[in-house]
């Protein structure tokens, strides 16, 4: 496999498998640690959804400046381990129990990933342009995604015994040594990157960096700020007169504003040869938003589920083998406790006000009481975390096959062209959530708990969604975008997968306000249906404009 591709690919596969190692191990855990009463921060459902959509939404906004820096001062390479020792230290920090370290610990993260992200995507793609591999540029990124996919799998196996067996701080340190790992890998590498990671400087008809500061940044702060005070009109549904659902939110959204602006005028301000590529590019952004809006619940709503809804008991020879190597944990069932909280799923609310739950493992609430065991008896569960690593074990399951189907089909002269592959992903996806939807009829609404395969299903069908449009994505920005902007457009794509992230966040802090969990996952699927439309609808121009590109 490795001798059709540049010499470079083992090593950026490696690096990014560590970094997606540290990265997925800490998102994992994230939202059961601050839901977490007794070693956590007691939050509830939706504080801990809103936190973690406005964490990964930001994780994901960086990449915009990030890319640039690399493209114009910095080149691929230094802004690459620049990224991942940030990385490395925020996750370290968030070992620390205090609410303050994690927010500096956050941002750590987010910085660094700005720096990383999109310049390791980027410093790949370039290795694709000479003739010799241009044609397995999508077969490239597939195995690079796979890499991604290897460290998201193991990660949550590592993070769920050291949960178990140390606490939540060790399981933070982990993903930060995962992540000093990555780095020592890329560096490895260092003299397969000559004559590939050279800083293309600030070309002719460049916006200054100043004129960014002054015209994109100080203005998104401002937009920001501005989000953050400003208020709506209070109502029996949104007291707090919040504009799109929370502080965080109003503060994000407003943000964007002026970067989404900057990305437009890239598109207006381009020479003539480019305006079409920059076009079909921003169309593509605009509607995978709507993707990783549905996609990034795994982190979020669907670990809800994996956590209250699904039967995580094992017993036999699953169990001796879980419990030995701390990947179970031991819950002892109480009746009088469960019977309390038998009419509540999440939030117990006390004269109109919300009241967080107790430190008590709830699991049994919705297990029928002629199921239940016995008083004072021990039943174990199986770590709620190792339900992320579902996805990535399928990516590595299906990516050889993907990877075999498509050179199958460019053999044969019938590839799909790279925006035929996402509009496709994106019904793919859509299908996905009707698994869900039948899980909750078969639970009868969280009544009963149904079985993990139900996730599994729903996991095995969105990631070949997934594999049909996110590496194809990378691979169409590198694609298209003018040279002296690729790092730029690389953090477009990034940006859209930040507002579709922070979009995640919302929809999964609206859990608890749905009664009947069919509508949620409804929504979920009339966003994607949406999307795949307008993806449909767009397809005609944008395979011209990539025919026009000379490429497919």
């Not at 992903?425 to 395969?453: P, R």
């Not at 794509?493 to 009664?515: H, P, Q, R």
Request: aromatic share 16%; hydrophobic share 50%; proline share 3%.
């Amino acid at each position: 496999m490795w001798n059709k591709h540049p010499k470079a690919l083992p090593y950026l596969f490696l690096s990014e498998m560590w970094e997606r190692f540290g990265y997925y191990l800490m998102i994992g855990i994230f939202t059961l640690y601050l839901k977490d009463v007794e070693a956590g921060f007691a939050m509830t459902e939706k504080e801990a959804a809103d936190l973690y959509g406005t964490f990964i939404a930001l994780v994901f906004l960086t990449p915009f400046i990030g890319g640039l820096v690399a493209d114009r001062y910095l080149g691929y390479k230094n802004a690459i381990v620049i990224g991942g020792i940030l990385m490395g230290i925020g996750y370290l920090m968030m070992g620390v129990h205090n609410i303050t370290v994690l927010y500096i610990a956050m941002t750590f993260v987010i910085v660094g990933n700005g720096f990383f992200k999109p310049n390791i995507s980027t410093l790949l793609g370039n290795f694709y342009s000479n003739e010799e591999f241009k044609d397995k540029k999508d077969e490239g990124y597939n195995i690079f995604y796979m890499g991604i996919n290897v460290g998201a799998f193991i990660c949550n196996f590592f993070g769920a015994a050291l949960q178990i067996l140390l606490g939540w701080q060790y399981a933070f340190m982990a993903a930060g040594v995962g992540m000093f790992i990555g780095v020592v890998v890329f560096l490895l590498g260092t003299k397969h990157y000559k004559g590939y990671d050279h800083k293309k400087g600030t070309q002719e008809n460049d916006m200054p960096f100043y004129k960014i500061v002054l015209f994109i940044l100080l203005p998104s702060v401002v937009f920001g700020v501005i989000g953050w005070f400003l208020k709506g009109v209070a109502s029996e549904a949104n007291p707090n007169s919040y504009i799109f659902g929370s502080d965080s939110t109003d503060a994000f959204i407003f943000a964007c504003i002026p970067v989404i602006f900057f990305y437009a005028s890239l598109y207006f301000k381009a020479k003539a040869h480019e305006k079409r590529p920059i076009g079909a590019l921003l169309a593509i952004f605009a509607v995978v938003i709507l993707f990783w809006a549905v996609f990034k619940l795994n982190g979020s709503a669907l670990t809800t589920w994996a956590d209250r809804y699904t039967d995580r008991a094992i017993t036999g020879t699953t169990q001796t083998v879980f419990s030995g190597l701390k990947l179970a944990k031991e819950v002892e069932f109480k009746k009088d406790t469960v019977e309390l909280y038998d009419a509540s799923f999440r939030l117990q609310k006390e004269n109109g006000v919300v009241k967080k739950e107790v430190n008590y493992p709830l699991y049994f609430r919705n297990v029928a009481k002629d199921k239940r065991p016995a008083e004072g008896s021990k039943v174990y569960l199986w770590a709620t975390n190792l339900s992320q690593s579902i996805n990535p074990g399928w990516v590595i399951i299906l990516t050889p096959l993907m990877v075999a189907f498509f050179t199958y089909l460019r053999s044969r002269k019938k590839e799909p062209s790279t925006p035929t592959k996402i509009a496709f992903g994106l019904l793919i996806s859509a299908l996905s959530v009707l698994v869900m939807v039948a899980a909750v009829k078969m639970g009868g609404n969280g009544i009963e708990k149904v079985s993990v395969w139900w996730l599994v299903a729903n996991y095995g069908i969105i990631t070949i969604g997934e594999l049909f449009l996110s590496p194809m994505g990378l691979s169409v920005v590198s694609k298209l975008s003018p040279t002296n902007i690729t790092s730029l457009m690389m953090g477009g794509w990034f940006l859209s997968t930040s507002i579709g992230n922070k979009l995640s966040g919302v929809l999964a802090s609206l859990w608890d306000t749905y009664e009947d969990k069919t509508d949620f996952f409804w929504i979920n699927f009339s966003l994607l249906m949406f999307a795949t439309l307008m993806m449909f609808a767009l397809l005609k121009k944008l395979n011209a404009v990539m025919k026009e590109s000379g490429i497919n």
